[in-house]
Nanobody
Framework: QVQFVESGGGSVQPGGSLRLSCTFSGITFSRSRMAWFRQDSGKERWLVATITFDGKTIYNEAERRRFTISRDDVKGVVYLQINNLKPEDTGVYFC????????WGPGTRVTVSS
């Protein structure tokens, strides 16, 4: 059974940093291209970044400089480091494989405000 569980979100001030984590079950992690998505209130989820099984990363162009996706194959965790947070980063972040599959996890909410 596929399950994704995201964590690490929170309320932070602009300029702060967060590291989001994703654990999962029911997928072959070592062969999976993993991804982080974001959903803003009332909008569709959109792709933030992906990382292949061998560590190649692709970012949404707007996020490239402040976002870092990584994976720990030993621990079975995917991370999304977000630096210099901005109010426009506010949203719910989800992890999944890419292309994504159902069911989605609950996501982790990031709120950036002063």
């Amino acid at each position: 059974q596929v399950q994704f569980v995201e964590s690490g979100g929170g309320s932070v001030q602009p300029g702060g940093s967060l590291r989001l984590s994703c654990t999962f079950s029911g997928i072959t992690f070592s062969r999976s291209r993993m991804a982080w998505f974001r959903q803003d209130s009332g909008k569709e989820r959109w792709l933030v970044a992906t990382i292949t099984f061998d560590g190649k990363t692709i970012y949404n162009e707007a996020e490239r400089r402040r976002f870092t996706i990584s994976r720990d194959d030993v621990k079975g965790v995917v991370y999304l480091q977000i630096n210099n947070l901005k109010p426009e980063d506010t949203g719910v972040y989800f992890c999944n494989i890419y292309p994504p599959i159902e069911p989605w996890g609950p996501g982790t909410r990031v709120t950036v405000s002063s």
